[in-house]
């Protein structure tokens, strides 16, 4: 699986963003995908997980109620909606596939990473 993240940018606290991770590949259904970020001079964090038939889904706290994840597998596509947005979400996100498809918050579980998208909040 080869995935391409997309989306990042530069945006106002408060404000939202969308970011898409791109797969290739027809069996993307049967992995988890998960989102994780590395904010400057900090160490790569888990951000969320869902499953790879969308059905489950989970959080890291610091973002439950306002990041929501998804995924469409007829497109091949997961996102990741940011709403509500601060400045220490600023990072660069990646999103990544795991199988079998669990809902893996350690970041060691994934197999397939994509490039990375840069967000960054200003205040």
């Keep these: 699986v080869q995935l391409q993240a997309s989306g990042g940018g530069l945006v106002q606290a408060g404000g939202s963003l969308r ?11 049967r992995y988890a995908v998960g989102w994780f970020r590395r904010a400057p001079g900090k160490e790569r964090e888990f951000v969320t997980v869902i499953s790879g038939s969308g059905s489950s889904t989970y959080y890291t706290d610091s973002v439950k109620g306002r990041f929501t994840i998804s995924r469409d597998n007829a497109k091949n596509t997961a996102y990741l909606q940011m709403n509500s947005l601060k400045p220490e979400d600023t990072a660069v996100y990646y999103c990544a596939a ?11 579980m994934y197999h397939y990473w994509g490039q990375g998208t840069q967000v960054t909040v200003s205040s």
């Design 98 to 108: 795991a199988w079998p498809d669990r809902p893996y918050a350690q970041s060691g």
């Design 19 to 29: 970011l898409s991770c791109a797969a290739s590949g027809r069996t993307f259904s």
